[in-house]
Structure formats: C-alpha cells, structure tokens
C-alpha cells in the first residue's frame, strides 16, 4: 500500500512495539507530527521543555525498562539540542533511537533556514546514523536503526529525515521486528578454557560487576558465579544491582568513592573476573598499578575494551549472561574461607559512616531507603548526591539505578526521571539532584506538571558546587573559584512557578515526613533539603592515585595530627 513517510515512519514505529517518544516540534517535523496527532491513542507523545530532555528521558525510559527509547526533534537548532543526551546514552550503551527532521532535499547544503548536518555532528557519539533522502529508504532505515540499538553492545542510532521524504509517496509492507537475542558467535571455547585455568589458580578470588551485566540481565549467573568461586563481589557505579547488594558477599562499590573493602580487596586478590566493566579510570584509578597482584579476566561483550584500558590476563568476547551461563559448568566448586574472612573483617573495620544528627547526603538516601523499602528506582544527577546515592542506597535488581556515568552529565536527571516514571509507571520514581545540576534542568518541571508524571525531585542543597568544592577544598588551597550558588534562588518557589509542588527541609527530623507527603502526591514535588556547604564524600581516592590510596575524614584528621 503508498503511503507517505510520516506515515511510514508511524507504521514502522508501532511495528518496533513503540508506545512513548519523547520530543519537541518545529518546521521540518511538522509533517511527522501531524501524523502522531493521528495515532495518539497508540502512540503517547510526551512534550518535554526543550529537546535535552527528551534525549534524557529517551534515555531514562529505556534504562529503566530495558526497551528501547524514542526521542523527536525538529532541524537546526532542535537536532543540535539532543546532542547531549545522545552522548549521554552513547558512553552508558543505552539503547535510544533520536528522530530529526532536516530541510528538504533541494535546501541541503545551502545554509537554510535551520539546517545543520546532525549526520555529522553526531557521528563520534551514536553506533549508526542515517540521512533519508529518499521516501523509499525509509522503512528499511527504521528497522535497522531499531536493531542496532539493541544488538550486541546497546547504544544511540540517529535517523534524519528530509521534510520531503516525510511527504513524499511509497509503497509500505509491514514487517514483524527483526529478533535480536545475545549472539555468541565470539564466544570462543579457547578463551572460556583458558579463563577457567586461571580461576581454578586462584587462592584470593574477586569479582568486579558493571554496567554490562545490567544490561544482559545476569545477576542469577553473577550470583552462581559468586557461589562457585566462593569470591566477594564489588560493583561500579554503573554496575549498581545486577549482583544484590544485600548479598553477604558484596562489599560494596569500587572506585574513586568506593569503600575501603572494594579498593583495598581487589589490590590485595591474586584474581579479578570482571563482567561487563570497561576499567574507566573513575574506577581503576591509577591505571599501571590496579589489582597489580591480580590475573585479571575481562568479559565484555565490546572486542574494542579488551586491553584498552587495563591490560587483561585472558578474556571471553560476548554478552555477559551467555558466557556466564558457558564458564560457570566449566569451574570446579571452591573454597576460600580464609580469604573471605579477611574481606568481612575488613567489612566491619571500614564500614560507610558519616556525622549523625545534622541533614546530610548521606542520611537523605539511607530515609529514601528505608521509606521506599528499597524499590524505588532512583535516578541521579552528578555529583557529591550521585556520590552519596551509589553508596547508601542498597539495590538489589538491575534497571533500579539510573546515572549518568561516563559522561557526567549534569542536567541528566529530571529528563531521565519523567522517563523511568513513564516507563515504570507502578514505580517510585526519585531524582536525588545536587542544587547545581537543578539548575540546569529545572524547566522540566514543567514538562513533569504538564503531563501529569509524579516524579520525586530530592534536592541536596548545599548552595555550592559541591564535588568541584571539595576538590578545591582538599587540592586547590580551598579556592573557591566560581563554585558558590548564593543568589537568592528559592526551589521551592520555582517549582510552584512550573505547576508541581514544593517543600523546604533544613532538620534531619523533617525530611521523612516531607518525603512521606511527597509520596501521596499525584503530580511532581520538589523537596528542597539544605545542607552544609563543606559535607564531603568518603572514601575518596586522590584523582591519578592507586585505590589501594583510599582515604576518609578520619585519615585527614590523623595526618593533621
């Protein structure tokens, strides 16, 4: 049957089970949004406040489902507004899919009105991009692109569209989704051999869990792998509840905020299997002397992270789950019970700890915790509360944390929360954001009221820019240049202003009945909670230090000694 591209485009976009997108109108994508208007009982379009937040709740949406997310923009200036969020989703593999609409074909190349070569400028930051020219190219295009997204290692495709081929005629066959399932035609019996050679070796096992088993749903296999290694367990950041948190051999994150038992146990182990983590130097800290008394195994479904960053012992090329589900019969049941009571001692000497009595970070994310009963799912901006929420917040289920963690981008989480709350809409829904990253996101608000979406804005206000503060506070002769948000700037007011709700906390005692009040509503609240200035994040790892380098208050104050 001729139909015209916009309405291809919707054909092939309820084809892929698309329910939700996410974007901003204009010009060039008047076409397709004329024909969304047509089917808006069964496609849901969310109009965000500017086109950043669609690619953040894009992005939010499919973290938290596991499906992929939907983002629109129109030409120009509206395609340029997503790059952001694209990058965003690109450094975390998360699979989105960003729509733009260009000028037309015989516009292209001449400087017209809001036209920009969006092909170009995101080709660093997406696995695949497309200009359609041509009407007839345009549902093949679709299907790809939505394939992509999801295959092998998940992240960003951009398709751009030139008005004309919006409008313009073409014979259309429906088509059931290409199937993707996690392939394991890298998987190598040499490599699975010669990685369980190594493991039956070890005497002081650990394993290290990221974002890669997240993303393959692996935490039955991380824990069987766990019982058979008889090994502790640590996490990244972007790791956070693909192995359970409540389980007795998680010692917690690893990293440049990671606890003393992570950073000092796996620079004491003789083994690291790592599953799905790309050794970003957040987590490896000095690169040349990570786990340096380590063989290390490396599973990543990426060839391209192999040695990259942390030269690797041996390494098994493929989705985490399926390798897993190949290793684990090929290892003999261990023992190492005294390795495992050196690392529960240290437990109990390095606990998490912070000042009781005052409001903090730290005692915010313990009452969400307990409030929520541990099932939010939490988003994060980034900072010293990203900090904060990774390590006081205990998830046990993968898809729970959603954070921006390679790029680091403040402004991420309101966007991503309207997302996640979309998706996961019998989920609590939590943005725990710092005053800064607020700032640069707040008009979401708007888009959270507008649409009716209650969302939790959790701000941990300390009126500064508070990890960049610290830095300058223990590195920086305590400059404190440009770091200080005192301007008179009232959340609460802001956020009635915007059509969602508002309360002020200063005590620690306010902050559960504010929250408690927070969860009965039925749109957006904002719960503003003023801390200290100076509060910091420990553990902490100077930047370019080895882990083992760990350091908390109470080491500053004893060197000051």
């Not at 991503?416 to 996961?424: D, E, H, L, S």
Request: glycine residues 10%; charged residues 20%; hydrophobic residues 40%.
């Amino acid at each position: 049957m001729k139909l015209n591209g916009s309405q291809i485009l919707i054909e092939c976009l309820k084809e892929q089970g698309v329910d939700t997108v996410f974007g901003y109108p204009g010009g060039a994508i008047l076409n397709v949004y004329d024909e969304l208007y047509k089917h808006s009982d069964e496609i849901h379009h969310v109009l965000t406040s500017h086109e950043q937040g669609a690619a953040h709740a894009a992005d939010g949406y499919a973290r938290a489902t596991g499906r992929v997310g939907v983002c629109l923009a129109t030409s120009g200036p509206g395609a340029t507004n997503l790059v952001t969020g694209i990058a965003t989703a690109y450094m975390d593999s998360v699979p989105i899919v960003a729509i733009t609409a260009n000028v037309s074909n015989a516009l292209l190349g001449r400087d017209s009105f809001q036209e920009i070569d969006i092909a170009g400028v995101t080709m660093p930051i997406t696995k695949h991009n497309y200009i359609v020219k041509d009407v007839n190219r345009l549902a093949e295009v679709v299907r790809s692109a939505f394939r992509i997204a999801k295959e092998g290692r998940p992240g960003p495709v951009l398709i751009d569209i030139t008005k004309d081929a919006t409008s313009d005629l073409a014979e259309y066959t429906p088509l059931h989704p290409y199937p993707t399932a996690p392939s394991d035609l890298t998987i190598r019996t040499r490599d699975l051999e010669q990685a369980a050679k190594l493991i039956a070796k070890s005497k002081k096992p650990y394993i290290l869990v990221g974002g890669g088993s997240v993303i393959a749903n692996a935490s039955a296999e991380l824990k069987e792998l766990a019982e058979r290694l008889d090994a502790p367990v640590a996490d990244t950041l972007m790791g956070k509840g693909a192995f359970n948190g409540h389980d007795p051999r998680y010692t917690g994150m690893l990293g440049m905020h990671g606890t003393k038992t992570s950073n000092l146990g796996v620079s004491m182990c003789d083994l690291l299997v790592t599953c799905g983590a790309r050794f970003s130097d957040r987590v490896t800290g000095n690169a040349k002397r990570f786990a340096r008394h380590a063989k290390i195994v490396q599973i990543d479904v990426d060839a391209a992270e192999i040695n990259k960053n942390v030269i690797v012992d041996a390494s098994v090329i493929g989705d985490v789950k399926e390798v897993l589900r190949r290793l684990i019969p090929m290892i003999e049941k261990q023992s190492h019970p005294e390795w495992n009571a050196f690392v529960a001692d240290m437990k109990e000497k390095y606990p998490l700890k912070y000042p009781q009595g005052p409001l903090t970070g730290p005692f915010i994310v313990e009452q969400i915790y307990k409030e929520t009963k541990g099932d939010a799912v939490i988003v994060t901006e980034v900072g010293q509360h990203q900090m904060w929420a990774a390590q006081y917040f205990t998830y046990s289920r993968p898809h729970q944390l959603l954070s921006s963690g390679g790029l680091g981008t403040m402004g991420y989480g309101l966007g991503a929360a309207i997302g996640a709350k979309v998706g996961c809409p019998d989920k609590t829904v939590i943005n725990i954001a710092g005053d800064g990253c607020f700032r640069m996101n707040l008009n979401e608000l708007a888009t959270a009221a507008r649409s009716k979406v209650p969302v939790i804005e959790v701000v941990v206000n300390n009126h500064v820019l508070g990890m960049v503060r610290q830095w300058q506070n223990l590195f920086y002769g305590q400059r404190y240049a440009q770091t200080t948000l005192t301007d008179g700037v009232d959340f609460v007011k802001t956020a009635e202003g915007l059509g969602a709700e508002g309360i002020r906390v200063e005590k620690a005692e306010d902050f559960v009945p504010a929250l408690r009040w927070a969860m009965q509503r039925s749109g957006p609240v904002v719960i503003d909670c003023v801390i200290d200035q100076d509060d910091k994040v420990f553990p902490m790892v100077a930047a370019g230090h080895p882990i083992d380098e760990v350091f908390d208050q109470d080491d500053l104050e004893k060197k000051e000694q």
